[in-house]
């Protein structure tokens, strides 16, 4: 094999490695919007991925504070009493709805509570794929391989700027598979400003 084809067959081979997470998290995305659960099924690592997620939907659920050490002795007694009570009814219901049948059912929900309270045409209807990409990349804070085999990649709620997704992916013999996620939300002052702007 000629020099110059080895070079190409590397380059090749070097941005389909490089591209193939950044493939599999769109495809998850679109799967959870379309109902693919047997997408979903394979793509997703779903006891860990319920695992790294049942501490983040309680601090939402819960209004807990961000660090696991604030609901400690230090913590008020209220705070600890819903960190205690609250999260075994946070787990059961992650438990139930975070699999592959489950989310999107909840993506379900959530557009249609959408429709009903803003005007926001859904985008997947009405833009061409490579714009709705192109928007969905501008959303990306951060992603990087963390080594060989493992790839992160945090993005932004597509309505609440302050709201984090962070997502872990992991090269399996079958492909990549999303294996943790959890949700951080900022609190910076340009977050303030985001919030307020939309409140008014």
């Not at 696991?68 to 059961?92: C, H, I, M, N, P």
């Not at 959408?114 to 926001?120: F, H």
């Not at 794929?129 to 501008?138: E, L």
């Amino acid at each position: 094999m000629k020099p110059i084809l080895v070079v190409a067959f590397l380059l090749i081979a070097t941005a389909a490695y490089i591209a193939s997470p950044f493939a599999t998290a769109w495809r998850i995305r679109e799967a959870v919007r379309n109902g693919n659960a047997d997408y979903l099924s394979t793509a997703v690592e779903w006891p860990t991925v319920r695992e790294t997620l049942k501490p983040s939907i309680a601090r939402i659920a819960l209004n807990l504070p961000e660090t696991a050490s604030d609901t400690s002795e230090s913590a008020g007694l209220w705070t600890r009493f819903k960190a205690y009570v609250g999260q075994s009814a946070v787990d059961g219901l992650v438990e139930r709805y975070v699999t592959p049948e489950g989310l999107p059912q909840l993506f379900t929900l959530r557009a249609k509570y959408r429709d009903l309270v803003a005007s926001d045409a859904d985008e997947a209807k009405t833009l061409p794929v490579m714009d709705r990409i192109a928007r969905a990349w501008a959303r990306v804070k951060r992603a990087e391989f963390t080594g060989a085999t493992s790839f992160e990649i945090d993005m932004e709620d597509k309505f609440d700027p302050s709201r984090i997704y962070l997502g872990k992916l992991e090269l399996r013999p079958t492909g990549w598979k999303l294996t943790e996620l959890r949700i951080r939300f900022l609190t910076t002052a340009k977050a303030a400003v985001v919030k307020l702007t939309v409140v008014q």
